[in-house]
């Protein structure tokens, strides 16, 4: 019975993930302030608080129901690709690439929710509890709806009237066609991830009190100790009652608007109506199961042509993913790079010797030499990644110079 109560309890606070901002995701781990709407009203008297105060304030959060909206703004600083930065990011959040008829579904919360990695957007929320959430992205003339309703997972996207469906996992194990349950959705998500950061090269400190979405609030403002990281500083305002994060801004160390800037616009911690976690697919909806699209992937593999296709598949995953999984970590803290060997040696076709495509990537990428020889560095606001000629990959939150060096040190 204690085993059972145990993986009761772990469900549950896994299942919380999904909306409840009750402890809080890491950049957002990600990734992700231009937000009017959240100005201050004026700073509230509010009694002191140290940072470990707040901090474990936080932690012991218990909020289990809220409803609200929600404002999120990503600013990466990613070139205007027409579009492409979107289908990409898309693209690399789909499940295969068979070109199976499941795959790609318009109602896949995988492909939905990568519209959270730019631009503005706004977002209802709403728990009750952890085995009810929803989270609603609206779009033009049209919204996209995550649902968690028992062991149901429902995704339906309005303009298309396609339905994605999916089963909660009960054994307590991460089911893999949940993953965008795992992508932050509030303040409180960001928040978690960002907290993980903190150790002995970070910051932490209350600065003052604010008012965001009519609520009084602490503000905890989180900073690297350590130079050459690009994050300049990371704010968390606390609501003062209940210890819940009302909004997240990551603001970078070289200035100008925040990265990313989530906040709640409004807010309720009342227990929301039953009929707001109901979903049945509209008659006639085009309806895909997760695992359908998971099979899709698996039996498309190398199917397109026969032998020579899934030769050829073979060896690009021998060439080009071969050590994909020994991927370290050089450097500790903010200044923590993460590098990997893609297996492709000759680097990205840049230059002449990319015709039309090279002169493109020079226009995204610098080049940059080093004991590792020669390579390109692409940079966002947040993010740098540097590919040798060797097709060695380094990448981390941190300054162009701070990655080559650690590229050389790897030598």
Avoid: C
Avoid at 18 to 36: E, F, H, R
Avoid at 290 to 297: F, L, M
Avoid at 327 to 351: C, H, M, Q, R, S
Wanted: no cysteine; proline share 4%; charged share 20%.
């Amino acid at each position: 019975m204690a085993a059972e109560a145990e993986a009761r309890g772990a469900r549950r606070r896994r299942a919380a993930r999904y909306v409840v901002p009750v402890t809080v995701m890491g950049v957002a781990a990600a990734t992700i302030g231009l937000v009017p709407a959240l100005a201050d009203s004026g700073d509230p008297d509010l009694p002191d608080i140290t940072a470990q105060q707040l901090v474990e304030k936080i932690a012991a959060s218990d909020t289990q129901q809220l409803s609200g909206t929600v404002k999120i703004s990503t600013d990466l600083g990613l070139p205007d690709l027409g579009g492409l930065e979107s289908g990409l990011l898309s693209g690399a959040a789909s499940s295969g690439g068979s070109g199976g008829a499941d795959e790609g579904s318009a109602a896949d919360p995988s492909a939905q929710l990568t519209e959270l990695a730019s631009g503005t957007h706004t977002l209802r929320v709403a728990a009750d509890g952890p085995d009810r959430q929803k989270v609603s992205l609206l779009q033009d003339a049209a919204e996209y709806s995550l649902i968690h309703d028992g062991k149901d997972v429902w995704g339906y996207d309005s303009k298309s009237g396609e339905v994605y469906h999916s089963t909660a996992d009960t054994s307590g194990a991460a089911d893999p066609d949940d993953r965008a349950a795992e992508v932050p959705a509030t303040p409180g998500d960001l928040a978690e991830e960002a907290l993980k950061s903190v150790d002995d090269t970070t910051s932490v400190t209350v600065d003052g009190t604010a008012q965001v979405a009519g609520r009084d609030a602490y503000r905890l403002v989180i900073e690297p100790k350590q130079k050459g990281s690009t994050v300049g500083s990371i704010s968390v305002a606390v609501d003062a009652k209940t210890g819940v994060p009302l909004k997240f801004t990551l603001s970078p160390a070289g200035g100008g608007s925040a990265v990313v800037d989530a906040g709640f616009t409004q807010v309720s911690f009342a227990k929301p109506a039953a009929s707001t976690f109901d979903f049945t697919p509209p008659k006639g909806a085009k309806v895909t199961e997760g695992d359908e699209i998971g099979k899709s992937a698996e039996t498309g593999k190398g199917a397109e042509t026969g032998k020579g296709a899934a030769s050829g598949q073979a060896d690009q995953k021998g060439e080009v993913g071969k050590d994909l999984d020994g991927l370290k970590v050089i450097g500790a803290g903010w200044n923590a790079v993460a590098t990997f060997d893609t297996g492709a040696e000759g680097g990205l076709p840049t230059g002449a010797a990319g015709g039309d495509l090279g002169g493109f990537l020079d226009s995204l990428g610098d080049q940059v030499k080093g004991k590792f020889g020669t390579g390109t560095v692409f940079s966002t606001r947040l993010v740098n990644a540097l590919m040798t000629d060797d097709g060695t990959v380094y990448v981390g939150a941190v300054t162009k110079d701070a990655l080559v060096a650690a590229a050389d040190a790897d030598q």
